[in-house]
């Protein structure tokens, strides 16, 4: 999948290397992104140039294109993960749920249970 995705950001830099220097200038960049609709005006595309233009050469190279927006897209994945959902069988799977909870506990937590369980009487809360 890494390869699939390295080939498009590839193709997607050769779009907006308008001038085939190997290099995406600020110029190019927000041209392109402004004419797809990407960006309102100028300012957020020189922050976004800011952001991918790492040696600060005043261009955007290739690897420096791949490398941000693969992490981007990384980063985006996990960020879309919003709950755990786990279906516990035993007492020592309902003890690693919970402990797991309390030390990364950053998502809301689904347990899902027997309706049996919800008339017994220890596991009234």
Known sequence: QTRANRRELEIAFDLVDK???GKVHRSEMNSTLLEMGLIQ?????ESLFLKLDKDQSGG?????W??????HTQ??????IN???CNPSTPANYFHILR????NGRTPLVILTPKSLLHHGPCSS
Not at 66 to 71: A, C, G, N, S, T
């Open 19 to 21: 001038d085939g220097s």
């Open 41 to 45: 005006n100028a300012s957020e595309g």
């Open 60 to 64: 955007i190279d290739r690897t420096e």
């Open 66 to 71: 791949i490398d941000f927006f693969l992490k």
């Open 75 to 80: 980063m985006s994945a996990s960020r879309m």
């Open 83 to 85: 709950m755990t959902v």
């Open 100 to 103: 797991l909870q309390a030390f």
